[in-house]
């Protein structure tokens, strides 16, 4: 191990990219730096322009009953309330993470919202992005794993992306009663059944059939969404998780060999609890994790380590980090990891303090490098290998971008002095020279922000 | 040095000990497949095959289907005719347009050998090419240029339309890729600088030379984007693939990707989401034969998905993951008109486990028939292009040769 790089791994790829000053400061002790960051509760956004998911799903709810000749102006007043809600919390995010001071808190933040995927190529998902990260997400990354996934899985934003706040169990009261009145058969949908199996828990080659598919759908009939009103579609809280017993599929359903005789919600948080607690679980979480923090394929023998500690430790999401910073191999190769766009901009806003006056222009620089917050275009979230971001067009962009952000910012820096700062140990000889030799302050720092060790973490 | 790089350097080197042999033992085949066109749509999310090439005349069909079934031709909305059996969708009406014209074949009940249910594996093995997921790092429409003689030396021969190069056009042979742009282009010398400092990083520097080749051809990098939500969509991105391709010194393959067909809920059937997607395609494909101009006499163009959807409506007026779906090609230089299917019906003992359309037709002997008959590749390299696939026959008679 290469004890002179270890402020660099600190802060650039367990953190979110060195601040000025910052890899200074974590110099005498980088993995006792990063300790600390999980101590306390973690750090709630607070920003006077961001809603609640239950006030924007009643807001939708209200569009929604009025007649059918006001459809198409009901989809404008939505956007008229999402959009705006979208930008602020794509806002509020990127000011945290410019600015925290536990940039690796906020990247294990970052990683779990990933992990639980929801993206806003779903309409309705454009207004409870963000609320579903402040609300599901963050409060619980430092608690327990099944924690985080109760969380996560009846949030209704969850409910509302995967479909299974209207998932009906064909043995259930609705259904026989709209069967009887209407001959209309109703039934459920496998979707977020489907999705917690294979990417949220036990992974794709967990060991689960189509039938534990189908049977956990039927467990989870019921976990909906309250709305105002009588009848099938009120009660509960509006726009709070409601589970709807007139949908949920009675009786005793036989998940991965495991029986499950409870009533109600019991029944589907029984097996969220055994899912989470799963060996395959640990396995698929620990791979993630490594590939996230070591390498695009990181050494076997660390995913069984990480693996090892998700175990015995009941999933305490603590201990696994404190784990993965004790791993060495994590330590052992510099700039293995390509930045994806999301990590590009905000460790160049961190990098050069960049201000953020209108968060209306924010979301299109992710969306310019292609990664637009909070749309992966499935639920398993973006990919997270070089191979994936590393495409010529993508580069193109990034430097383009690179280039508007050095005119615009580069004639008040030293990108020289700047460099070993950000990049400490890493920082290369040819980059050290490219920046001696720059025509202008502000092409040297197009070009740092442009330089290989710049480009990877 | 990671690893990661050391392997891209090693593919890199592969490519030229590769594709010297070919030049030396593939002269035969010189020309072959030189002026021919192959465009891939990849439309992820698992399409359902039932709803693209509905089954209107199958006794099961309307039943299982419900909220989601197309009417019979003839009827409002009804599907457009193809046979006694099947229809297109009818918000396909360029599509059927050239199944009228002999450039369209239709495909129904295809697989890849993929048979569970996951989006991201199915997709994994349907780009790949090779039987298991997460198998290979390269996929099999790269493998097959690389082993294609080699024309003009230095260009690419494929291009990926989007930000990034999906899997299936990873791997030793080089390739472009191209997405639309608004931020300013960087002065030269600065780009020179760039190029400079990526001197010593091959993975860099390679991307780099990529992207100014690509932004060369594309031509109208510069215009504002278009698109978005609307039927327009896929209007820029399809305007470059066409410029590429219309391109002598272009590349011959192109890849595109669609989002959006996971059609839990509310699918709807002949109006309504899925529908609008169809349009949505239907237009683009419409507005890359424009574009082609004379060019699309030479052109195939394949639209995948990784599987099909289950045959019954589900609960939410959708359709979970299922199994066997269709795929398309069309194009100037397709023998078309034709339905290809042996049908296993939707009754409930013949749907694969007794829940989606079973597949009788394996999606790599159409892939195999495209790359040869059409690409001209040669039949040795189809055991590196498509590993462990040695009973699957290539189909024949696809191209107009």
């Known amino acids: 191990m290469r004890d002179s790089q270890a402020p660099a791994i600190a802060t650039n790829r367990f953190g979110l990219g060195a601040r000025p000053g910052e890899m200074a400061a974590c110099a005498a002790d980088p993995r006792g730096w990063l300790e600390a960051q999980l101590q306390g509760t973690p750090p709630v956004i607070e920003d006077p322009g961001l809603r609640s998911t239950a006030t924007m799903v009643v807001a939708l709810d209200a569009l929604r009953s009025r007649n059918s000749k006001a459809v198409a102006e009901a989809v404008v007043k939505l956007g008229e309330i999402y959009r705006p809600a979208y930008v602020a919390e794509v806002g509020a995010r990127l000011r945290l993470a410019a600015a925290t001071e536990r940039p690796f808190l906020e990247r294990i933040t970052q990683f779990w919202s990933n992990h639980f995927a929801i993206s806003v190529d779903k309409a309705v998902v454009l207004g409870v992005a963000g609320s579903y990260e402040r609300e599901a997400i963050r409060p619980n990354v430092l608690g327990s794993f099944a924690q985080l996934l109760l969380a996560v899985e009846r949030h209704p934003a969850m409910l509302l992306y995967l479909d299974n706040f209207r998932s009906v169990g064909p043995d259930s009261a609705l259904a026989g009663q709209a069967q009887r009145r209407t001959g209309k058969t109703l039934g459920i949908n496998e979707n977020l059944a489907r999705e917690i199996m294979e990417l949220h828990t036990l992974g794709v080659d967990g060991g689960y059939t189509q039938a534990d598919v189908t049977a956990f759908a039927k467990v989870i009939t019921g976990w909906s969404i309250g709305a105002r009103g009588f009848g099938p579609r009120g009660g509960g809280e509006p726009g709070e998780f409601f589970f709807r017993a007139s949908i949920h599929e009675p009786g005793v359903e036989t998940v991965m060999g495991r029986r499950y005789a409870q009533e109600g919600r019991d029944q589907g948080e029984s097996v969220l609890l055994d899912l989470a607690r799963h060996p395959a679980t640990a396995r698929h979480i620990a791979t993630q994790l490594c590939r996230h923090f070591i390498a695009d394929d990181p050494p076997p023998e660390a995913i069984s380590r990480l693996a090892g500690v998700f175990e015995r430790s009941g999933g305490d999401l603590p201990a696994v980090y404190r784990a993965l910073i004790a791993e060495e191999s994590a330590w052992s190769r510099p700039l293995s990891k390509f930045k994806t766009p999301n990590d590009y901009v905000i460790s160049a806003w961190r990098a050069l303090d960049l201000p953020l006056a209108d968060a209306r222009s924010v979301p299109p620089v992710f969306a310019n490098l292609g990664q637009r917050v909070w749309s992966p275009n499935s639920p398993a979230g973006w990919p997270d290998r070089s191979a994936d971001w590393d495409g010529a067009s993508a580069l193109m962009q990034r430097l383009r971008w690179a280039d508007q952000i050095g005119q615009r910012v580069g004639a008040g820096v030293n990108a020289q002095e700047l460099a070993p700062q950000l990049l400490g140990a890493t920082l290369g000889a040819d980059t050290r020279q490219a920046l001696g030799r720059a025509a202008s302050a502000a092409q040297a720092v197009t070009l740092l922000l442009a330089s290989p060790e710049f480009m990877r973490r | ?401």
């Open chain 2, 1 to 401: 040095m990671d690893t990661t790089l050391q392997r891209r350097r090693f593919l890199q080197g592969a490519t030229l000990a590769a594709g010297g042999a070919l030049l030396t033992t593939r002269l035969s085949f010189a020309g072959s497949g030189g002026d021919s066109r192959l465009v891939v749509v990849i439309m992820r999310g698992a399409v359902d095959g039932l709803a693209a090439v509905p089954p209107w005349g199958d006794p099961d069909y309307a039943r299982l289907r419900g909220s989601l079934a197309i009417a019979a031709p003839g009827a409002t909305d009804g599907a457009l005719r193809l046979d006694d059996l099947f229809g297109l969708h009818p918000q396909l009406a360029f599509l059927h347009e050239s199944f009228a014209a002999g450039e369209l074949t239709v495909f129904q009940a295809v697989a890849t050998p993929y048979r569970d249910r996951s989006h991201f594996d199915g997709q994994d093995v349907l780009e790949s090419g090779v039987v298991v997921p997460h198998a290979s790092q390269t996929g099999w429409l790269n493998r097959a240029l690389a082993a294609q003689p080699r024309a003009a030396r230095g260009a690419e021969r494929g291009v990926a339309l989007g930000s990034n190069v999906p899997l299936m056009m990873r791997g030793p042979a080089e390739v472009a890729s191209w997405a639309p742009t608004k931020l300013a282009e960087l002065d030269p010398d600065t780009l020179q600088r760039i190029a400079e400092l990526y001197a010593h990083d091959p993975m860099l520097g390679q991307r780099l030379g990529e992207a100014q080749t690509a932004n060369a051809m594309a031509g109208d990098g510069s215009q504002p984007m278009m698109g978005g939500a609307g039927p327009n969509r896929y209007e820029e991105v399809i305007r470059a693939t066409a410029g590429f391709l219309a391109n002598e010194a272009g590349p011959r393959v192109a890849v595109f990707d669609t989002t959006g067909w996971d059609t839990h809920a509310n699918e709807g059937g002949a109006r309504g989401q899925l529908g609008t997607r169809f349009a949505a395609l239907d237009a683009a494909l419409r507005t890359l034969k424009t574009q082609l101009g004379s060019t699309w006499r030479d052109t195939a163009v394949l639209a995948l998905t990784e599987f099909g959807r289950t045959a019954a409506v589900n609960g939410t007026g959708g359709s979970d993951h299922g199994t066997g779906t269709a795929a398309l090609l069309l194009g100037g230089a397709v023998r078309g008109g034709k339905v290809i299917c042996d049908w296993p019906g939707l009754s409930a003992g013949s749907l694969y486990q007794r829940r989606d359309l079973a597949p009788t037709l394996d999606l790599r002997a159409l892939l195999k028939g495209t790359l040869v008959e059409h690409m001209g590749l040669p039949a040795a390299a189809l055991d590196t292009v498509f590993p462990d696939s040695g009973g699957v026959k290539p189909l024949r008679d696809l191209f107009r040769v």
